[in-house]
């Protein structure tokens, strides 16, 4: 009766979450975004033609989009600023590889998530147009955006980008 479904959740289930990790930086939220994305794609399941991940990952991008929407994200202040650490320090690899996903965090919904499907995913630009639900030019143009904005991030201008690729 699922035709499949169940066995594409059992293996895919962990990379979509971790995919979904990346947009929302939360487990927890990460994890419920899956399962609603999974549950609408049930509902779907029989319509759907092919390779079913283009599908499933743009439900993903937009229930996170929808929610995003709807959460209040205000600033909270720090007491201080985080000391530097030595860039030969093994420790500054993972603090270089935090504030890289820090700066992606404060990218837009579209923006982190077109950043996270062509880097992470590994996925073409048309094809994370197709996922997005927009056009090509219209991928280039979110991704020109945030890779300016992530240039600009005092944070990770001065980082390694030969450890943050390890």
Known sequence: MDDGF????????LRLCRM???LTRDW???????QT???????AWRRIEGNPDPYVYRIIVNTHTSWWRRRWRGEVPAESLP???DPRDAAAEVDDQAALWSAIGTLS???RAVVVLHYY???TLTQVAGIVGCSLGAVKSQLSRALARLRVDPDIQTMSLERVKR
């Not at 169940?6 to 289930?13: K, L, T």
């Not at 994305?37 to 509902?43: F, I």
């Open 109 to 111: 919904p579209r923006q």
């Open 37 to 43: 994305a999974l549950a609408k794609a049930w509902l």
């Open 121 to 123: 995913e590994g996925r």
């Open 28 to 34: 927890g939220t990460a994890e419920d975004v899956v």
């Open 83 to 85: 000391e530097t650490a």
């Open 6 to 13: 169940a066995e594409y959740v059992a293996h895919r289930q």
């Open 20 to 22: 979904a990790y990346l």
